[in-house]
């Protein structure tokens, strides 16, 4: 089967997603080892789960960074590495209408939060982080410093709803609200923007008159525990590659994207 990649977990909640990948690589269906789950939320259930497994855990408060540089900006120091400019140029979470108070407080207090988490990790080198209900958008501060080598990113997440479609915290909500007939979920590589990497993979299910939010919620989970190690397994399996594609209209137009190839085994 080949080496074991390690897998790093990040959390905010129950993390039900990070117990699917804890019982798929101990059952083999990943050939991998999830060696630290971390958090931005101390009562996450989900560490408690993993400390029973004895997966090493740690926290990075960033509600409390927060709230802390709110109330004294003066007493927080930026990493040696921190280029404001550079991580303001390259993100797209925020628009260009935005307040640029409010963007500066966005990139300062996250660049202080991500350089923890990633001092954090630094005790754990891994192959794989997977965002399992992790609430918090990444910066390209914390992308660049994961994504190390160029075409080969290493952060994937999980989001209720068919992306591009409802990106943001409430897909199943969203889903639900707009009234469509098939929801889902997909699995994607992290880049600058909202839920807007690349997609790995996706599965739907139906949605009848007489589902609620609740009961999509369900179908849904039940697919995401199934989808999120599958894709797992292709990273493992080294069978996943980025490729921009370049493509010509009738009119002549020419526009690129990029996508996720899977190769066969």
Not at 82 to 94: G, R, V, Y
Not at 206 to 216: E, G, L, N
Not at 250 to 261: A, H, L, Y
Request: charged share 25%.
């Amino acid at each position: 089967m080949g080496k074991k990649i390690k897998i790093g977990g990040l959390i905010s909640g129950t993390g039900t997603n990070m117990d699917a990948i804890i019982k798929a690589c101990d059952e083999g269906k990943i050939n991998g080892e999830v060696i630290f789950v971390g958090s931005d939320n101390s009562d996450a259930k989900g560490l408690k789960k993993a400390e029973k497994k004895r997966i090493p855990t740690f926290v990075v408060n960033y509600a409390e960074i927060m709230k802390n540089f709110k109330h004294a900006p003066e007493d927080h120091f930026f990493p040696d590495d921190f280029d404001f400019e550079d991580i303001k140029i390259k993100q797209s979470l925020l628009n260009k209408e935005t307040d640029i108070l409010k963007v500066s407080t966005f990139i300062e207090t996250r660049a202080i939060a991500e350089a923890a988490l990633i001092e954090q990790m630094k005790a754990y080198p891994f192959d794989l982080l997977v965002l399992a209900g992790f609430m918090r958008n990444l910066t390209p501060y914390f992308i660049d410093r994961v994504n190390t080598t160029p075409g080969k990113p290493r952060i994937m997440n999980i989001h209720p709803a068919l992306l591009p479609s409802f990106p943001g915290v409430d897909g199943y909500g969203d889903t639900f609200r707009y009234g469509c007939k098939v929801g889902g979920c997909t699995v994607h590589f992290i880049d600058y923007g909202e839920d807007s990497g690349p997609i790995i993979g996706q599965r739907t299910f139906p949605i009848s008159d007489k589902d609620t939010i609740d009961t999509i919620k369900q179908k849904g989970l039940a697919l995401e525990y199934q989808l999120f190690p599958e894709c797992i397994q292709l990273y493992a399996q080294d069978r996943l590659a980025c490729v921009k594609m370049t493509y010509t209209n009738d009119t002549g137009d020419i526009s690129q994207r990029t996508v996720v190839k899977i190769s066969q085994e």
